[in-house]
């Protein structure tokens, strides 16, 4: 009998285990299958897309996603995915070389799935081909600057601003007055400056005669037929033919594609309704 109970007594011990600690080991059972890589990812990814959603206020995201896929071996190729009506000129021009460095090493395809215009069109203007979804909408190649005057309000409520300055133009762009003439010259100055940037920018990547921005540029809104005609996209099609096209251009035999990182994701989106937030209570040059 005894024999018996030592015979039986590792089974014993494991039942008990089990037993005692099915939660925790089911626990890790769901685990695993969530989150244990598929047979594709098994092999690395040689195609990735990146996408740029919302308002542009910060481009260090986006970047650091370019950089990446530029420095990867493995990655053939790139789908840069847009839909954003575009934002500050800084972040804008960041994305923009970032595109321009990529393209010297892989081939990228800048997809407009629902709007690319100003600021995200100048951030796609050197990727290989842009493709634009039918009912996209391509262009307003422009820029523009704003404020508030609250003067009134101001009075009302019983409020008025003091102010010390040094310089001329100091107080240029304040929200505490209407704008002075000389003050309005001189924001003037910074927007035809940097629309006359944008122009020069478009015209060179997409080899255009700057000479006539009045029909690619001067912040008109085309459908994407009409991008078509003045130059400013390449073809129209939908997510699928932009996909097919850049497996072409990448050499790829059996594409396989990156997965987004869920972290980068979140931080995406945060970060485009973030900028959202801010920008509808901040003034600021904007490519819009």
């Known amino acids: 009998m005894d024999a018996i109970k030592q015979f039986f007594s590792p089974f014993a011990a494991?039942?008990?285990?089990?037993?005692?600690?099915?939660?925790?080991?089911?626990?890790?059972l769901?685990?695993?299958?969530?989150f244990s890589p598929s047979e594709a990812e098994l092999e690395p990814a040689n195609l990735a897309q990146i996408k740029l959603d919302g308002v542009i206020m910060d481009a260090t995201?986006?970047?650091?996603?370019?950089?990446?896929?530029?420095?990867?071996?493995?990655?053939k190729?790139?789908?840069?995915?847009?839909?954003?009506p575009g934002g500050a000129v800084p972040p804008s021009i960041e994305i923009m070389e970032a595109i321009k460095r990529l393209k010297k090493e892989?081939?990228?395809?800048?997809?407009?799935a629902g709007t690319i215009?100003?600021?995200?069109?100048?951030?796609?203007?050197?990727?290989n081909e842009i493709y634009a979804n039918p009912g996209s909408m391509v262009g307003s190649i422009g820029v523009i600057m704003q404020g508030m005057n609250?003067?009134?309000?101001?009075?009302?409520?019983?409020?008025?601003?003091?102010?010390?300055k040094a310089g001329k133009f100091k107080e240029v762009g304040t929200a505490s007055r209407e704008w002075k003439d000389f003050e309005k010259a001189e924001l003037e100055k910074v927007v035809n400056n940097t629309y006359d940037m944008f122009v020069y920018d478009v015209s060179t990547a997409r080899e255009l005669d700057p000479a006539n921005h009045?029909?690619?540029a001067d912040a008109h809104i085309f459908t994407a037929t009409q991008a078509k005609e003045v130059g400013l996209i390449d073809k129209i099609g939908v997510s699928y033919d932009a996909k097919l096209a850049l497996i072409e251009l990448s050499g790829v035999k059996k594409p396989i594609w990156q997965q987004e990182d869920k972290i980068d994701s979140f931080m995406r989106k945060l970060s485009g309704e973030t900028a959202a937030l801010l920008g509808a209570h901040f003034s600021n040059l904007t490519l819009r």
Do not use: C, W
């Open 14 to 28: 494991t039942m008990r285990y089990i037993q005692n600690h099915f939660k925790a080991m089911l626990f890790l």
């Open 30 to 34: 769901i685990l695993f299958l969530v």
């Open 61 to 75: 995201i986006v970047v650091q996603q370019l950089e990446k896929a530029r420095e990867d071996k493995s990655i």
């Open 77 to 84: 190729g790139v789908l840069f995915v847009v839909n954003s």
């Open 106 to 112: 892989k081939p990228v395809i800048a997809y407009a």
């Open 117 to 127: 215009a100003s600021g995200s069109y100048y951030a796609s203007i050197y990727a």
């Open 150 to 164: 609250y003067t009134e309000l101001a009075q009302k409520i019983g409020i008025s601003a003091q102010t010390v």
């Open 214 to 216: 009045t029909s690619f």
